[in-house]
Nanobody, 124 residues
Framework: QVQLVESGGELVQAGGSLRLSCAASGRTFSLYTMAWFRQAPGKEREFVAAITHSGGWSNYVDSVKGRFTISRDNAKNTAYLQMNSLKPEDTAVYYC?????????????????WGRGTQVTVSS
C-alpha cells in the first residue's frame, strides 16, 4: 500500500513558477513509476508528466514540454513537478500517481495509487 500526499498548489500570476511535491508513504517508493495528472473543471483528467522508478527517463504532454520538469528523490520518498512560465490554461487540480510497472505510461488506469490533489490557479 502506498499513500500519496500532494502539496505546493496555490494561486500564481501568469508567467510565474510553482513546485509541487508528492510525499509517499511506504518503503517501496523507489520501485514505482511516478506521474502527475491534472483535471480542470468540466474536463477529463489529463496526463502531465511521468518518471521511471530510477529517475532515468521521463515524458511530458506536449503542452508543458520546456516549461515543466518532473523529478524524484527516492531517499526522501518524494516526487516533484517544477512548473515554470505558468499559463492560465494550466489551472487545474494536480494529482500525483504511482504505478507498479517498468517504464512509462500516460494511461490513468495503469496507475495503482493516487493522491487527493492540490489546486493550482494561474491568473491572467
Amino acid at each position: 500500500q502506498v499513500q500519496l500526499v500532494e502539496s505546493g498548489g496555490e494561486l500564481v500570476q501568469a508567467g510565474g513558477s510553482l513546485r509541487l511535491s508528492c510525499a509517499a508513504s511506504g518503503r517501496t517508493f523507489s520501485l514505482y513509476t511516478m506521474a502527475w495528472f491534472r483535471q480542470a473543471p468540466g474536463k477529463e483528467r489529463e496526463f502531465v508528466a511521468a518518471i521511471t522508478h530510477s529517475g532515468g527517463w521521463s515524458n511530458y504532454v506536449d503542452s508543458v514540454k520546456g516549461r515543466f520538469t518532473i523529478s524524484r528523490d527516492n531517499a526522501k520518498n518524494t516526487a516533484y513537478l517544477q512548473m515554470n512560465s505558468l499559463k492560465p490554461e494550466d489551472t487545474a487540480v494536480y494529482y500525483c500517481a504511482a504505478a507498479n510497472i517498468v517504464g512509462l505510461t500516460t494511461t490513468p488506469g495503469s496507475y495503482d495509487y493516487w493522491g487527493r490533489g492540490t489546486q493550482v490557479t494561474v491568473s491572467s
